[in-house]
């Protein structure tokens, strides 16, 4: 079963698009083959202006479903809006982000580690079988 639930706020700036793109695709997917050994939820605490967005990410088997419940969870992501979007993009990861203090968390480990299959490759970034293929031809 797949569920998203949307809340538009009328105060205060917009939500990113690429967040809203993110977590609606997410949805939308229902079931990432990437996350198939895994069961958790997760909360992501957006912060933009004085307010925060919450988004609440349940995973069972690989099926995911997503809403904006301000609900616990076993693990919780804080981050500023702008910072996630460069996590969305893959100009940041977030175990490293973690490092830096970029974001926080508390919670199970395991799950941010489980992120990083979730966001955008790095910018130029390539398969690894691509990249061996070519290597070959160049010699």
Do not use: C, Y
Request: proline residues 4%; charged residues 30%.
């Amino acid at each position: 079963m797949l569920l998203l639930v949307l809340r538009i706020s009328a105060r205060g700036a917009a939500m990113s698009k690429a967040t809203i793109k993110f977590f609606e695709a997410l949805a939308r997917h229902g079931h990432e083959r990437l996350l198939k050994k895994t069961n958790g939820t997760i909360r992501f605490d957006l912060e933009r202006d004085d307010e925060v967005d919450h988004w609440f990410v349940e995973i069972h088997g690989g099926t995911v479903r997503v809403s904006q419940q301000n609900s616990d969870a076993d693990t919780v992501i804080r981050s500023d809006n702008a910072f996630f979007d460069r996590m969305l993009r893959g100009e940041a990861k977030p175990l490293p982000a973690w490092l830096r203090n970029d974001i926080t968390f508390e919670g199970q480990f395991r799950l941010i580690i489980l992120l990083e299959r979730l966001f955008a490759p790095p910018p130029g970034a390539r398969h690894p079988r691509a990249a061996a293929r070519d290597h070959r031809r160049r010699g």
